[in-house]
C-alpha cells in the first residue's frame, strides 16, 4: 500500500502543534511529508523543509504557491492531503482553496475564525465532494471511543447528566506580551476569532462532550470571565447545558487553574452507571454501576469493543498517549481515503474521525457560549 | 478532666446520623451520653437507650421532657451539651429549648427547615449567649483545615476561581416508596424543607466553599433538577457563582449520579497556584504551583500548619477518616467548653467549629440556590 | 448492655500506642476505661490518669498494684478487660498475671520478647481459660477481611504468589540517641528483642500475609540488614518465602525508605485473579481477573461479604481509617466476651479477632527470619 | 536533513515487536523503512513488505540476502540502520553479519540466546566499530531518564535500597499449545535460552535497575519458580540482591500475576528521599523527601532536567506513552548516528540508549539468576 503524499500549510520552527501534526501523521507510516508551506517568512519556511529532509522544490513561501504549484505537478506526484496548521484566522482561504483544488484536507481546531466561515466552508465540503478531518484529538483516545460505543449500546440506559471540564494553567499570568507565540495568537481577537479559552480549550470539551454522549447541547448559560488583567480574550468559563433528551450538564474550560497541566475529564451518568475518563490517566475507563463495584477498563484489555480496539496499538499495560489519539484521527482518515481510492467502503471505524459538522457546531459552540456570557438571560437557545 | 455529660434527641435504631454522632462524640473520650430521647416513639426510644447502657430513668419520649427533666437534676449529673440528630423539620424547636434551658447544642445540617427559623435560632443563640456546633463534617478533615489556612496565609494569591463538587448516586431510583427511611425524609418537602440535594448535600459543598475559601457567595445562578420521577424535591444541581474579591466558581451537587459514592471535593486557584482535596483521598491535600512540581501534603506529615495538627490523632500514614472528622468538630466543641467552663479562653484551633453563622449562611443558600433554580434571571442575588 | 470495664498497663503522656489503643476501645462505646498503671513512674501515671478522668484511687504506680487490687474490688466493679501497651520486654510478666488473676487482656504486637516467652504465654492462655486479643491493626480493616473471605471461598482458584510489603521511612537517620522515645525501644535490643524492624513492622506484614492468604510459611530465606550506622537491630530487610500448598512470596519490611509512611500492601495472585490492597487507600480492594476488567471492591459498597460488612459503620464512600481497623479489634474482641457473659456463642465474624496463635507465630517469624538473615544456607525452614 | 534508511530482520504478519520497531522508528521521521526479510517464509516476508509499501526487490527472503544484496547496492541507497527482532536464538546470526558487513544494529532484548554468544557479539562490535542499539524500552521514558539524573546528581544521598518488580498476568495458564505465537517461543527452551520470564521481563528489570540508580548488581539470591504445568522455562522469580556501594534490592519479574498488565516499577531510596516510577502512570516521577511533601515531578513539568527534556515532544499535560518511550531509543540511535555522519560528536543525551555492555550485562543476569534459582546456596556472584 502506498503511502499518502501529505502537504502542510503552516508548522514552521517554533510553533507547536504542526510539530504534533507530523508526529501523529509519522506514526503509523501511512502519509509521507513531501511539500510544505510551513510559514508566511520564506526563510523559515526554508529552513524548516531543510530540516524535514524535503525536497527544496516543494518547499513554498504561500500556501497559494503550495497549491497551485503541487497541482500543476503529475497526478502520482503532487501531494493528495493537505494539513493546515496555521492560526484560527488563517484556516479558511486555505483550506477553501485546497478543497477546491481538488485535495483532502486536515484542518487544526477551531475549525475556523467565525461560525459564518465554517458555514461557508462546509459549503464547500459539499460542493467539492472532498474531505476534510478536523483534529478534536481527544476523540481519538481508544478509551473514549469505548466510552461513546457503551453510551450508544444503552449500557448505562438513558443519559441524566454529563461534566466536562478542561482546566489549564498555563495562561495564569500575562504571558502574551513577550516571547510565547503560542500565548500571543491565542490570546489575539484578531487571530483567534471572539472566543479565548472557549474556542482553544472549550471547543475541546464540548466536541467531547457531544462524541461521547452523543446527545446535543441544546441551552446554554454561560460565565465567562477574562481573569488576567490586560487579557483581551476569555481565559476562563463555566456553563450550564441542556442537553438533547432531557439531559443536563456543565462544562468548565479555563486556561488560570494555577498549576494544572491539561487534564481533559468527562464523566456521564445514565439511569444504570456511569462513565469517568480522563486524559491523565488516558487508558483507563472507569465503569460505574448502581449495584455492583465499579469496574477499570483499559486499553488493549478484556470487554473493549471493535471501535477502542480499531484505534490501539499495543498489548494492554502499554500505555497509549497523546500522540497516538493524534495519530488515530491521521490513521482512520487514512484509512477512509485510501478506501476510497480503492474503490471500496471504509469500516466504520475509519470513519469514526471528527468531520466537517464537527466543526460547524464547534463554531456554533464559541458563538452561543459567548452571546450567553455577554447576556443577562439565563437560557440562550443553541443555534448553528 | 471530666467528661461532659450528652444527651442526644433522635438517633434512634435504623437512623443513620444519631449513630455517626455517637461514635463521633466517644471517640476522644471527651463526652459521656447519659441520656437521650431517641426517638418519638417511646418503644423505639427505650430500646436504643437500652443498648447504649443509658440509665432507664434517662431515656425520655420526648425531647421537652429530656430538656425539662434534665433541667431538674443537679448540676453536677444533669446533661451539659445536648446533640439533635432529627430530621430538618424537627431542628428549631428542640434547639431552641435547650439552648434556652441552659444547654450548649450540637445541631446536624441543615441547620433548620427554612431560613427564617434559622434566623430565630441565631436569635437565640445571641440571647442566651450559648454556645452552637452545626456538623459540617468535612470541615472537620485536616486537610481541609490545611487547605483553609494555606488560602489564608495568601500562599495561592489572591484567589480566582473556586469548584467544589458533591456527587452521589444513591437516589439514582426512586428509593422514597418503601424501606428506606433516609430517602423517604430526605426528599419529603414536609420534612427536609425547599430542598432535596441542594439542602443534604449542596450545603456541604457551600459550606466547605466559604470556609476553604474564605470568600463569600455574592451572586449565583442556578440550574436545579428533579431527575427521578415521582419525586418531590430536587435530586440535582449544578450552579455558577459569583463570589467576594472579584472570584468565581461552581458548585456542583447530585444525588443521580449513579455509581458514585460521596467523593465531596474543592479546588481552589489563586494566583500563585491551586489546592486540590477530594474526600475519597482525605489524608491528601495536593498544593500545585504555577512553576514547580505539584506536591502531596498529608495528613501528620512535613510542612503542614497547627490546625491540621491539631486536629489530627496518629502519624502520617495511618490514615484518618470521616468519623475522625466528625469527631473533630465535638472534640473542639468540648475543648471550647471545657475551657469555658475553666474559665479560661479557648485556643483558636478549638473554636474552629462550624457555628450558628455558617447555619444561616447555609439556609440562605438553599432558599437562594432554588430561587434561581425557578428564576428565569441569571444572576440571583444572594441575599441572607 | 453495659459497657465493658478497662484497665490499661502502660500508655502514659508521649506514648504512642497507648493512645490508639484507648481511641480505638472508647470508639464504640463498649469499653469504659476505669484504671491504669500507665508508668512505672508513679507522677506519670497519675498524670495521665487525671487527664484522662479516672478516679485517683484507681490509677496505680505499677502493674502488679493494678492487677491485685482490681481483683480485690467487687466483681461488679474491677476491671474486666486489661489493655497492655507497653515495650515488648514488658509483656510477658503482666499479661501472665493478668490472665492468671481472671482477666482477659489485650495485648500489643509483637507479643512478647521471645518465641520461649510466646509459649510461656499460651500455655497460661491455655491454662486459664482467658481470652487474649493481639492488635494486629491491619487484619481489622474490611476490605483485608473480605480479601481473606475472596481467598477461603476459592474465588480466585488456588493461591500461587504472595507480595507483601511494609516500607516507612522514619529511621532513615539515627534517631535513637535523643528525644525519640519511640526510636529508642524500638532500636534497643534489651527492650525489643533479637529484631527492630522485623520485630516492629515485620510481623505485621507476616501476620497479614497468613490471615489473607490463609496459607503457611514454610520456608523463608531473608536478607536482614541495618542501614543506619550505630544501630544496634535490623531496621531494613527482604524475605522469600515458600508457603503451603505450594505457594511463594515476598516479604520486605523496611524503616529506611526515605520519605514513606506506613504503606503496608498486601497483593495475592490465584490461578483465576489477584487482589491488591495498600494502607493509604485502605477502603479499596481491586479485584483482578484473568479475563474481565478489574473491578473495585469499596468498604460499604456492593458485593462485599458479611465479614466486611460487620466491621464497617458507615455507608460507602465514608472513609474508614486505622482508627476503625483498631476499634474493629476492640469491638471484636468485646463481642466476644460479651457474648461469652451472656452464656451465648459468639458469631464468627465477632471471634475473627488476631489471637495467641497468631502471637506465636509472629514470635517465630521473627526468630525464623532473623536466623536466616545470618544463615548462608539458603532455606531456613519455619520452625515454631 | 535526510532519513536514515532501515531494513528489518523480522517483525512478519502477527509478530508483536515488530510493528513497534516500526511505530517506533517511524514517529519522529528519522528513518524511512526501505527494506526487510520479515520472514524465514519467503510468502509471508513479500506480504508484509507490501502492505508496508517497500519496492519488491528489497523484500528478502532470508536475512543473509537482505544484507549481502543491500550491501551489494550504491552506498547512497543501500540501508544503513538494521532493525533485529527475531525470537532470541536469531540474534547473534544476523546481528554478526550486519554489523560485519558495516551496518549499525537496533537489537531487540534479551540481546541473545546465552552470554557466550553476547560475549562473542561484544567482540563483534569492537572489532567492526560499528553501533548497536539494543532495545530496552523503560529506560526511553522521559521520567526514567529524569530518576537516572537526580540519582546521578546526588539528590537522595547514598542510595541504599533499590526495589524493581514486573508483574504480568498473561502466561497464567498454559497458552503455549495453541495459536498463541508469542507464548509459543517465549516458553521454549531452544528459542529463548535458559530463561523464560526472567530472560523476556526480568532483563528489563535488572536494566531498568541498573541504569537508574548506577549501581551494579554484585550477589543475588534467587527463587525461580515454574507455575504453570507443562510448562518448560521459568514463569516467576524473586531476587534479593546486593548492590555496589554497599545497597541491597529485591527484583521480582512474574508472568502468573493474574489480572497484571505491564506495570513495570521502580523504587530507589536513599539517605535523603527516594523515587518511585511506574509505566502504568509514566509521565510521573514521585520523589520523597525525609522532611518536606512528596513532590510530583512530571514530563514536560517544571524542574526536570536536559536528559528528560530531550526525550519529550510535548508540553506538559499530553501523555507520552511506550511508543514514545520505544521511539525515544530510536531517535537517540538515530541521533548519533547523523552526528558521525556529519562528523560531529554526539551530544550526551544522544548517546543515552541502551548499549552492547547493557546486553552483555543483561545475559549475565540471566544466567546467574537461573543458577542462583538452582542453587542451595544463598549468594551467588554476579560474574560476567
Known sequence: MNKLRLGMIGGGQGAFIGAVHRLAAALDGQYELVAGAFSSNPDTSRTTGHLLGLAPDRVYGSYEDLITQEQARPAAERVQVISIVTPNHLHLAPAKLALESGFDVVLDKPMTFSLAEAKELAAVVAATGRRLCLTHTYTGYPMVKEARQLVAQGTLGRIRKVYVEYPQGWLSKFEEGGENKQAAWRTDPTKSGVAGAMGDIGTHAFNLLEYVSGLRVEQLCADINTVVEGRRLDDDGAVLLRLSDGASGVLVATQVAAGEENNVRIR???????????????????????????????????????????????????PEGYLEAFANLYRNFALTLQAELAGQPAPPEALDYPSIEDGVRGMAFIENVIASGHSDQKWTEFTV
Not at 480522563?278 to 465499579?294: E, G, S, Y
Open 268 to 318: 456521564i451518568y445514565g439511569e444504570k452507571g456511569g462513565l469517568d475518563w480522563m486524559q491523565a490517566d488516558a487508558n483507563t475507563l472507569l465503569v460505574k454501576w448502581l449495584d455492583r463495584p465499579t469496574e477499570i477498563w483499559r486499553t488493549g484489555g478484556p470487554s473493549v469493543g471493535s471501535y477502542a480496539r480499531h484505534n490501539t496499538r499495543t498489548p494492554a499495560g502499554h
